[in-house]
């Protein structure tokens, strides 16, 4: 996931390239298009591997027991984390580059797993916490948040209303293309007003953080099937 500044581009954003593959497109000598973009490394943008039917089956058959409330006050104890002054250092980092998702993503998108230490991690932020709490099979995990999204698409569970405990996906233009993702995190509830309030890693602050943001920035929400 890519750090995001809704005024001003950061400087620690442009010195890293903010890639969401979570891997540093300058590090492998790759022009950087936007220094906000959220696209994998290299010159294929939309190289995202279909999720295959056995992945879709077991995204569908694995239960969790888990609640949406459960997962949510996981990821309000994380608010207040924050990036150190290189952009690394969060657990959910370290956690992502020493996972076999990793593995898989790097094979997908290119680079290498140290890569992942100082690269935006809003993604990231939203896969440990399904770790943590036993959520996973139902939250996804990846490092880039069009992949990410696009994994609930393939399971049907991809849609335009605000729910609690569901992941949302934004483009800061107010696009509602997959593809224009930039960033992400959980939905705590609708305010009813047009605006979701959220709990996010990665803020603008560099941080975990809760927020409330505009619905005419949602791409769409990704819907983990929680337990009751």
């Not at 500044?5 to 442009?14: E, F, Y």
């Not at 593995?103 to 809003?122: H, K, M, P, Q």
Request: proline share 4%; hydrophobic share 40%.
């Amino acid at each position: 996931m890519a750090t995001f500044r809704l005024t001003a581009v950061p400087k620690r954003t442009i010195a890293r390239a903010a890639l969401g593959a979570a891997v540093l497109t300058s590090a492998f000598g790759v022009n950087v298009v936007a220094a906000n973009a959220d696209t994998p490394p290299g010159d294929r943008p939309a190289a995202v591997s279909p999720v295959t039917e056995s992945e879709k089956r077991a995204a569908k058959e694995t239960k969790v027991n888990v609640t949406a409330s459960q997962v949510l006050d996981f990821a309000k104890s994380q608010v207040g984390v924050s990036e150190n002054a290189a952009g690394g250092g969060t657990p959910y980092q370290k956690w992502y580059a020493n996972s076999q998702r990793a593995s898989e993503t790097i094979a997908r998108d290119g680079g290498n797993r140290a890569a992942y230490l100082n690269a935006a991690w809003c993604a990231m932020f939203v896969s440990w916490v399904g770790e943590q709490t036993g959520a996973r099979p139902q939250v996804g995990w990846d490092a880039y948040t069009v992949a990410h999204a696009k994994w609930f698409a393939a399971n049907d569970r991809f849609g335009t209303e605000a729910r609690p405990g569901a992941v949302v996906f934004f483009s800061w233009d107010g696009s509602k293309d997959i593809s224009d993702i930039q960033h992400v995190g959980f939905v705590v509830k609708d305010n009813g007003d047009g605006t979701i309030s959220t709990i996010e890693g990665n803020t603008g602050n560099g941080k975990v953080e809760e927020r409330t943001r505009p619905t005419s920035q949602v791409v769409g929400y990704g819907y983990p099937e929680y337990a009751a």
